[in-house]
């Protein structure tokens, strides 16, 4: 592990700390263990209560494993840390889905592209299987969902790029319920199927251009049934309204 500098000022401690202990982890490797609260408590010059709470920032940040009774371990931030760390963003900036949508379609035409070039075999396969598993339409579009989305992850994966395959995930967690609309929207779901033919068949040819193409429709398509669904949702809504304006009218 790359040597810890323990001198710090005696303002901003608990920052300090953090970011002093960030600097180490992100050059060491996974599964290297920290030192003890103790060890940092005495060579920081500070309380274990500042120690503790600075791994707590470390370890929300997908920086830290603190394995009960062993201590803390440097870990990777997972998916999920980095799509609750967008998530935060999205809600303090009001980002509409809209824009996440415009961001994912950005991000996964790139990782069709890639997946054309260094796709193998054995991946190809896993996404006829994953399309074959996908044409039984009876079951819960929830379940439906979870394959749907590992086709595209198989896909960010085969790209070969573990960045854009962390961010598609992050993307993928944070659209669930606006992907769901477009289940919700009563639209022929072997679309989709045929659309993820589609792809695969450009990623098959290893032609990037057409894989890229087949993925741009995929999601121009998919928007047309959210909107669809949303639309629906205004009109009913709009219909209860007009039958209570005029229920209270009679009254």
């Known amino acids: ?5 323990f001198t710090i000022a005696k303002t901003s401690l608990f920052q300090q700390i953090v970011e002093a202990l960030e600097q180490v982890i992100v050059q060491s ?3 290297e263990k920290l030192p003890s609260e103790q060890e940092l408590s005495e060579r920081f010059n500070v309380s274990k209560v500042v120690i503790r709470e600075a791994l707590k920032v470390l370890q929300d940040r997908g920086l830290v494993r603190v394995r009960n009774g062993d201590g803390s371990y440097i870990s990777r931030p997972q998916t999920d840390t980095v799509a609750l760390a967008v ?6 900036t009001n980002i509409s889905n809209d824009n996440l949508h415009d961001t994912r379609v950005i991000l996964e035409t790139a990782t069709a592209r890639l997946a054309a070039r260094h796709i193998s075999d054995g991946e190809i396969a896993f996404l006829d299987e994953t399309i074959e598993r996908m044409s039984d339409l009876s079951m819960p579009h929830d379940d439906w969902l979870k394959i749907d989305m590992s086709f595209h992850v198989a896909i960010a994966r085969a790209s070969r790029n573990d960045l854009l ?3 598609v995930e992050a993307m993928m967690q944070l ?18 199927l045929n659309e993820h033919r589609e792809i695969l068949k ?3 040819m290893r032609d990037p251009d057409y894989a890229e193409k087949a993925m741009l429709e995929h999601f121009i398509s998919g928007k047309t049934h959210v909107s669809q669904y949303e639309e629906a949702k205004r009109r009913a809504a709009a219909r209860t309204g ?6 209270s009218i009679q009254e």
């Open 87 to 92: 998530n935060r963003i999205v809600k303090m």
């Open 242 to 247: 007009k039958k209570r304006g005029r229920a």
């Open 202 to 204: 450009g990623i098959r």
């Open 175 to 192: 659209l669930k319920e606006y992907m769901l609309k477009g289940l919700d929207s009563r639209y022929d779901q072997n679309l989709t």
């Open 29 to 31: 490797e996974e599964d």
């Open 165 to 167: 395959v962390m961010f």
């Open 1 to 5: 592990m790359k040597r810890i500098d």
